[in-house]
Each structure stands twice: as C-alpha cells, then as structure tokens.
C-alpha cells in the first residue's frame, strides 16, 4: 500500500483502525507497538501454549505442564538493527523458566528464533542500573550453545 498520499492525521488514524481491527481479531491484546502480542499469540500457537493475564509478572505463557515461557520480539529496521530485547525485570527470582524469542526484519519475515533456557538468559545478559532490569542480546550466536532450540521453522509453519 502506497502511503505517500496520506497526512498525518490520516495516517494515524489508520494505524488505529488497524490496531483495533488487530485486537478484535486475537492477534494482539492491547494498543500499544503490536510486536510484543503479536509474537505472544504466534508462540503460544506453534507451541501449544496458553497466554497468561496481562498482569503477570515474570512470564507471558505456560504449557500444559506448567512450564513458564517469557516471550520477546525484536523487529530489525534500516534505522535500527539492535538485536537487544526488551528488559527482563527480576531475573533474580527466577520469573520464567524458557524464553521464547523471535528476530523479524523489517516486514515481520521471521529471521529466527528459539527458546532459551533461563540458565542460559543469566549467563548471557547483562544487569543495567538504569532500567533497573537485564539486557539479552538475541544474536544468532545463541544458536552455538546446545542448550538453546531453534524454533524458526515451527514458528515458519503457523
């Protein structure tokens, strides 16, 4: 689609249109950048999971069994190709027990993803004061240690 023509207020109001129409079809569960539920509801498909209430902390999904899934998205731009994900708060108490993450390029292709187990999110993130939280990098250098799975192509099925 050819956006060009559009102004401003044109243009968000489409974004908005979109988000609504997003959320009314289960995709994503609240306003803000989709990315986050989008890879939540793609996970917990592929997987077989079920996504928590928004409100808990720690984890987005759990699996029949009850493991804990935290699950994070990144979307590669031209202007921003940082592979850093979004802060993981309480890594201390042990919130989750696999994190579930998804790399995409610029139009939402999945470039890759895997879970990671908790052991190996500790020992590759580092602590930030000032976001009072952990920073992991999902390079796909995650992919050398044999503890981590790649979930590319079952992720690539859905």
Known sequence: MDWVGFDNKQLLSAYCSLMAELKNRNIVRGSN???GDYTESLIAKALGLSIELQSQAGYDACSMDG???QIKGRRL???NKST????????NLRPFD????VMYSQDLEILYAALIPFEVV???SRFSKHSNSHIFMFKQSVFHDPRVTDITKVLNKV
């Open 98 to 101: 696999f994190l579930a993450a």
């Open 122 to 124: 500790a020992e590759l």
């Open 33 to 35: 950048n989709p990315i």
């Open 77 to 79: 731009t031209s202007h």
């Open 67 to 69: 493991t804990r899934y």
């Open 84 to 91: 850093q994900l979004s802060a993981i708060r309480n890594l």
